[in-house]
Each structure stands twice: as C-alpha cells, then as structure tokens.
C-alpha cells in the first residue's frame, strides 16, 4: 500500500481572496432584499400567507438566530400592505340583557367616531334633558297634573265635607289624616260638650259619624288609583319631553350611520333606553343629590337603569390608522394576552363590571391579518394554547377568564358576545418542538399544516458570495456601524464557513453575524479606523474566543502539568490519543483523551467499560459492537473469535456518546493484538464501519486544533499530526497558527480513507492485503493480529479438549451409566 500523504496546507483553509471582491468598501453595496439561503422557508411562508383555507397556519422551525422572526415579519409586512384594513370592533351595552354585551363591526375607521358621537350625545343629553324638564312648559304642564290630583281630591273631600255638615257633622283634618266630629253653630264640640247632649242626639251622631266614616273610606280608598292615573300622566309627559330632548339629537347621529343598519339598530335601542331612563341625567344633572320635585316624580314612574356607562362604546379594534392587514407579534403569550381579559373595579367595597372593561387581546388585534408567536413562550403559560387552538376551530373570540372557563367560579359574571376571527398564526420554534408537537398533539397538525425549515447554513460558491457581502453592507447600515473593506467582508465570509463547519459552506446565523460586525466596529472605533478591516474582524473572533475559553485553558494547563496524562512523544502499543468536543453554549473546543485497550484469551467478548458503568451512550455503545464486528468478519472467518478485550476513555468521569471515536478504539485494539506501537505524537478522530471504511465525524476543525494546542505547548517536533476521516477534508477551516505549522512541515494532518492506512501511518507496518485463501503477507500489520487471534484459539481449543481417562488398573473406578 502507497504511503499516505499528509495535507498541504492549501487544503486545510478555503481563502477568501479580498482581490475576488468587486468593491472597496460595503458602503457601495445595495441593501439585500432577498433572503440569503432560505428558499425554501419563504417558499412556505408565501404558500401559507396565501392559502386561505383552515388550518393553513404557519409553524417556522430552526436554529436560534437564524433570522426567522425578521424574515418572517419582513415577508408577511410587505404582503399585509396590500391587504384589506381590518374591520373596526366594538363592544356596547344589550339593553334587554345587560349580561350579555353585543360586538358591533364596523368598517374600518368607524367604530372610534361612533364611540365619539355616543359620548357627545352623552354631554349634550346631560344639558337638553335636565333643561327640558326645567322648562317653562313642562313645569306648567307638571304641575297642571299635580293640581288636577289635589282640586279631584279636593273635590271629593268638599263633597263629603257637606253631605256630613247637613248631618251636623264635620271633616277634620288631623296630622295622622282625616276624622269626623259634630259640630254646632260651626263649632267643633268637645267631649264635653258632646256628653251633655241627650243620649239620643249622642247615638244619632255615633251613627251618623260611623256612616260618613264608611264613605271617608271608600273614597281614600280611591286616592291611591287618582294618584296612579297622575303618576301614568306624568310618565307620559315625561316621555313626551325625553322624546322630544332626545329625537332630534338622535336623528342628526342616526344620518351619520345610514349605511350601517347594525349600528342603527343599536342607536333605536339606546333611544329606546333614554326616553325610558331620563332620569339618569336627570341625578348627574343634580349631582348625585337626588333630583327635585318633578324629577323625583319621574324616578318614580321609572325603573332601574344601570347609569349612563351604558351609553359608552368599549371599542376593542380601531383600524383608524392602519395600512393594509395587521401584523402582530405578541412576546408575552398568556391567556389574557391572547384572548383578552374581564377588568374590573372597586365601588364600595365589591369587584363590579361591565361590557366597558372588556380588554383586547392580541387575537383581536391581529383579527384579519397575521398573528406572530414564540411557540416554547405559548406552551409554558397555562391554558394559552389550547385556548389558541379553541379559537382556531371556532374561528370566534370568547373572552373569558381562566377560572370562568375551567367552571371555577359561580358567580354572575359577563358573556360577551364571540367575536368571529380570520387570523394566520405563525409559531417560532425550534425542530424538536416541532415534531414533539407533531407526535403528542393530535390536533397540531391539522391547525399547522404548513412548515417553514430554516437552514443555518448555505452553499459557499461565486454567486452567494456576493449575496453575503450584500447582506454584510445592509447590515451594517441598519447597525449604523462602519462599512467593511474588502478585507474585512473576506474575513467575515471565512469566519462564516468556519462557524458553517464546512469550507464548501457558509453560516446564516444572522444574529451571530450581526455580533461580529457590532464587535469589529467596537475594535474600529477603538483603533480610530474610519472602516472595518480584517484586523478588526478577527480582533472581535479572537475576544468572543477569550471570553468563552476559560474551561478549554484550564484544560490545556492539566494536560501541560501532566495531570491529564496525553503523550506527545514515543510509541506503545494499545494505547492512542482520542479527540473529542465539548460544547459550551455557542463555544466548542476539542479536547484530547487517552484511550487504551488490553487484550486476552476469552470468548468473542469486546467489553465497553464505559458502557458497564453507565456511562457510555447508545452510540458509543454502537461503534463499539461495530469494530467487534470488523474483527469478527477480518479474522474469524475459519475460527472462533477466541478473544476478551477491554477499551476505556482514560480520565473520562462523565459521560461518553458518539461513534465518532470508534476507528479510535480499532486501532487501540488491533495494536494491542499485533503488539504494535502506536506513535502517540498522532492523535485520530473518525468513525468505523465493519468493512473498515473511515467514517467522516462532527467538529473535526476543533478536534485537530485541540491536539495541536497540546503539542504546540509542548514544542513542535515535525512528528506531530492528527488523522482525520478522508471525507471530513472539505470540511477544514483551521486557525492560521495550525496552517501556517502545516505548511512549516512541523504539524500533519492525514486523511485517512481505510482502517489499513490509518495503521499503516500509526504504526509504520504495512497493513497487508489479504491473499484469496485468506492468509496474511508475512510480517505485515493484519498478519501479527492474525497470528495472535491464532494462538488465542489454539489456547481456546485446548483448554476446551476433556481430560484423558485414566488408565484401567489398581485404583481404577468402575463407572456406571
């Protein structure tokens, strides 16, 4: 087998040659309409914003920071400004159930002049009808009816007055009432008096008295019915007055509305209300004091009313300024906050309400547009999101409370009329929550039939080059941040394939894009440069790493001290350096791990210690059975797998998971078996199939750095390097130091394809190819391992052959079936 060749160091970084750029500053650049690599996210939330059947809402899925609240807004702004305004809500008073207040639509714009209109008809009505009643003509006309009571009541006492003077009788009026007494000559008689009169005049007058006392009954009997009549007059007259204080205001607000037959139903029934309720202007008028004589004779002959609040318009959608369809993004999704609430206010003492503290929600004002919510917010408030879904269905707004709905409380409280919704809803969200949703709730999917899968990542050639330079330029200018140079957009796209993880490829995380400008205009600024430059660029790369890397420092000092134990230097078989990542929020660093193997006689038993103890994950666990599997289908082909071997991660004390180490572990263990040295001046990553096909692995850039940062402390041999899977290659993007040792010949990076050529490098024995009987080139890598799985089963089968009889003689035992 040819040796293999380590990387020059052109292929270990993919340049962004400033020369290649069309511009000297990003100040030249127009903005960026379009959306950088998401074709296919806005493809969906076009589809989704058009569609207008149910169901069709929009779920937007992907990484943090990749621009989907902004894009998504942007998009759903520019088609919103050609839409329809939405219709203007408003919540008023049901004069025949109170309880249940009416929801009025209106064309947009209309439903604040109407509540305008109401509470100046209010004001006025508080002036016409107090002066109505304090005119010159219904005072008359009031006490016409007053008189006509007292001359009819009058009237009939005279009568009875006389009948009882012809009886010698009189009518006496007494601070009680009325009282019959004799009289003569006009004067009353005093008991006295009426005691000297023969016994026969006495029983004359008793009789007469108790016979006129009969008819003084019967006609106070009728008092009450005269009054009732009076009461009626007056309640007509009332009527009269109040209709004609309120008609002619009535008719001048009704003209207003003649093309909105709902709201000329409602003003018929509010000045149904006011001629029947007058007399609430007429308390406001008097100040809360009472009203006065007429006034306390027509709140007698009315009835209860609930104040003049119930002439108010509670407008709940006021479209007057808007541009087309809303847009709105509700940040605190709760219940109240999505569907409204029931406010309420203290009057002695006790909560009350009223339809005029009914409050909108975001649902509301959202009505007939679009509707932006964070789906992990949504989930975490309680009921919000299957009162989301309630509406949806129903396409109506019930406004109630948590408890109202859940039956908590019995108390009498609002049932507005629902408010019937059209409404898109757009949900952010990551993918799991997306396809947790998707598998537990049974209704998502049909009320979030639409996907948008942002990528956070996109294709690195000549034409999204010059689309990301575009989207550096808009940028910056919406930053209000220096333009860039050529070199500084070129660091920036560099930096971008870097955080991408590909060199083929370049990161769409707009929002840690953004970071970087905003950081390198800081260094800018601090160096007085009138534009970013890539110094300042990679000032800012340099300073987030700083902040970040206090763990991956600490980590490099124990590995100095020798308190990690990794060796740079010699060779020992069945042990190799391991490279793995750790990840620390948007920060990853590799880390280098000691991973051994020991080998002995067993049967076919490749042991995970970090499986046993619980600590190994089911894709560690997996590589591991994989390179069992290679050893098997390589050598035990013609023999049992007589063989018991251990692999650990040294000083690991947490947990393990990923295959990304398993060609690792092979090669640890094939050396173990061949007991051939393992240079340990190399490192390796990649993972393994059974055909022993080197596997490409996640963070190979950090993984080859981290090594590197050990040996470079160490001092640079020229031995040093790392193997890496040969399909990770395109991937590479390293730090310049790591280049710039590569091209020095003091620092290697192999590819490796096969498990053969990565022994071969490791090692420094051929591997070995495989003759058709199956036998090994003598002296090779494969045929040390061979002959020492050999041995194994040799020493297997004759540990497993019984133990001769003994010979039949003196002693001998009789054996019996």
Not at 465 to 485: G, K
Not at 615 to 620: R, T, V, W
Request: negative net charge; proline residues 5%; contains cysteine.
């Amino acid at each position: 087998m040819a040796d293999l060749k380590s990387l020059e160091a052109e292929a270990l970084y993919a340049r962004c040659d400033p020369a290649s750029l069309s511009f000297e500053t990003t100040a030249e650049l127009q903005d960026l309409e379009e959306v950088l690599g998401q074709d296919r996210a806005v493809e969906s939330v076009h589809f989704a914003a058009g569609i207008k059947h149910d169901g069709y809402n929009l779920f937007a899925l992907g990484p943090a920071g990749t621009g989907k609240h902004s894009v998504i807004g942007e998009i759903l702004r520019r088609r919103a400004a050609g839409e329809a305004a939405p219709a203007d809500w408003c919540y008023v008073n049901n004069f025949s159930d109170p309880q249940k207040p009416r929801a009025l639509k209106l064309p947009p714009g209309r439903a604040a002049p109407l509540r305008e209109d109401m509470q100046r008809l209010v004001d006025e009505l508080r002036a016409a009808i107090p002066a109505a009643f304090e005119s010159e003509d219904y005072t008359a006309r009031a006490r016409l009816i007053e008189e006509e009571l007292k001359e009819r009541q009058e009237q009939a006492f005279q009568a009875l007055d006389e009948q009882a003077g012809e009886r010698g009788i009189t009518l006496v009026r007494t601070p009680t009432g009325f009282a019959l007494a004799p009289i003569r000559d006009g004067a009353v008689l005093t008991p006295k008096q009426f005691n000297e009169l023969p016994q026969e005049e006495q029983e004359r007058l008793k009789k007469e008295i108790e016979s006129l006392q009969e008819a003084l009954q019967e006609k106070l009997r009728e008092f009450p019915q005269w009054a009732r009549e009076a009461r009626e007059k007056v309640r007509a007259l009332n009527q009269e007055v109040s209709r004609y204080a309120v008609g002619h205001l009535m008719e001048e607000l009704r003209k207003c509305y003649e093309d909105l037959p709902e709201v000329l139903e409602y003003l018929d029934e509010v000045r149904s209300d006011l001629i029947d309720k007058a007399h609430e202007f007429l308390q406001a008028a008097a100040g809360g004091h009472g009203p006065g004589p007429e006034a306390a004779e027509l709140q007698q002959a009315g009835t209860a009313a609930p104040g003049l609040r119930a002439y108010e318009v509670n407008v709940i959608v006021d479209a007057r300024e808007a541009e087309g369809a809303p847009v709105v993004y509700e940040d605190n999704p709760t219940l109240a906050n999505l569907i409204g609430r029931l406010e309420h206010i203290s009057r002695f003492g006790a909560l009350v309400t009223d339809f005029t503290l009914l409050r909108p929600g975001a649902l509301h004002r959202a009505n007939g547009g679009y509707l932006l919510l964070d789906a992990r917010r949504l989930l975490m408030q309680p009921f919000a999101y299957e009162e989301l879904k309630r509406v949806l269905r129903s396409s109506e707004i019930h406004i109630e409370s948590a408890a109202q709905s859940l039956g908590l409380i019995s108390t009498v409280s609002l049932e507005p009329e629902p408010i019937p919704v059209d409404v898109k809803i757009v949900l952010f969200g990551d993918r799991q929550m997306y396809y947790l949703l998707c598998a537990y709730d049974p209704d998502f999917e049909s009320l979030f039939k639409v996907p948008a899968d942002f990528e956070d990542r996109t294709l690195r050639d000549d034409a999204t080059v010059s689309l990301y330079a575009r989207q550096i330029a808009t940028m910056a200018r919406r930053e209000e941040i220096r333009p860039l140079d050529r070199g500084g957009v070129a660091r920036v796209i560099e930096h971008g394939s870097r955080l991408a993880g590909d060199a083929e490829r370049l990161s769409v995380h707009l929002r840690g894009l953004a970071d970087l400008l905003r950081e390198a205009d800081y260094w800018a600024d601090s160096g007085k440069a009138k534009v970013i430059g890539a110094q300042h660029v990679q000032q800012a790369i340099d300073a987030q790493i700083r902040r970040a890397d206090r763990l991956r420092e600490r980590i490099q000092e124990e590995i100095n001290r020798g308190t990690i134990l990794i060796d740079t230097e010699g060779a020992v078989p069945g042990r190799i350096n391991g490279l793995s990542v750790m990840q620390l929020d948007r920060y990853s660093f590799g880390r280098p791990t000691r991973i051994t193997a020991s080998v002995r006689l067993g049967r076919d038993e490749v042991v995970d210690i970090e499986r046993r103890v619980e600590l190994g994950g089911p894709l560690h666990s997996k590589g591991v059975l994989i390179l069992a599997g290679f050893l098997g289908g390589r050598f035990a082909q013609s023999r049992p797998l007589s063989l018991s071997a251990s692999l650990v991660f040294e000083q690991s004390y947490g947990g393990v998971d990923g295959d990304s180490a398993s060609s690792t572990e092979l090669y640890a263990l094939l050396s173990a078996l061949a007991d051939a040295p393992v240079k340990q001046s190399l490192a390796v990553t990649g993972s393994v199939n059974q055909y022993g096909q080197v596997q490409a692995i996640g963070g190979v850039n950090e993984k080859i750095e981290g090594f590197f940062d050990v040996c470079a402390a160490r001092g640079l041999n020229g031995e040093q390097g790392v193997l890496i899977p040969e399909a990770n290659v395109k991937h590479l993007m390293l730090r310049a130091d790591v280049v710039e040792a590569v091209r020095k010949k003091k620092f290697h990076v192999y590819p490796v394809a096969t498990i053969d050529q990565g022994i071969e490098v490791l090692t420094g024995v051929p591997a070995g190819e495989a003759a058709a009987d199956g036998s090994w080139p003598e002296g090779t890598f494969n045929a040390r391992v061979a002959a020492k799985l050999d041995a194994y089963a040799a020493a297997a089968r004759r540990y497993a052959r019984p133990e001769p009889a003994e010979e039949e003689g003196e002693g001998a035992k009789e054996t019996k079936p």
